[in-house]
């Protein structure tokens, strides 16, 4: 089981290492991941890989299983999404292409009970203990548990960011560094002074509403530069990146013979 969530090590000041499953997944590899040790949770990409609420259901249990909490990135178009992920047993939910605090307001009100927000009450999931808890204490618990996650990669949700991060209930912003780099006109160029200076902007807005960030990192010199600017929740790979990575290590070892 989990021993602590990703929303309290981040709210110990901890920094927590995640990573990521999408169209590559099997159930084995979140098994395979806490083995090696070293990651405390992983997220979910609903938004490029469609996953169905049985499999974010299987993948939640398996990682809970494993001590890995979860999230599940998704695009922000209904609040049934966001409830069906929460009820499906992930410590959370990411809102992806967000741009404006009103629209990540309407993210957070979807992900929780009143009064802040109009989540529809079915305590029949992970969440509700599988009707086992008081409807009182299933909200009031859903409400302080569910980490909720804005995503931070267009132009627009950097002109915005202080006002999103200073929504009630936004608990961490998340850099998407592809999507921002080509938004800024550097596709790829994530070390670029336009892109720096995007992620510094966000680090100062998080500084000044005692919240933090998260960011996908892409190589140890971006890595560097994000936690530098006070990221402390640090994606580095998902399954597609690893598996890549360990065919690409078997070839150099085995370069002989290829």
Known sequence: MIERTLKQRLAAGERVNVFAIGRAYHPTQLEMYAIHGGFHGFWIDHEHSGFPTQEIEAA??????????????MAPVDYASVTRALESGAGGVMAAQINTAVEADQFVRWSKFAPRGNRGVNGGGYDGRYGNLPIADFCRQANENSMVIIQIETARSVEHVE???AVEGVDLLFIGPVDLSQELGVPGEFMHPKCVAAVK???????????TFGAVVQGVEHTKMMVDHGCRMISPTNDVRTFNAGIASIKKTYAEWF
């Open 201 to 211: 902007r966000v680090g100062e807005a998080c500084r000044k509403h005692g919240k």
């Open 60 to 73: 939640a249990t398996a990682g809970r299983a494993a001590g890995l909490d979860s999230f599940v990135r």
């Open 163 to 165: 006002e999103i991060v």
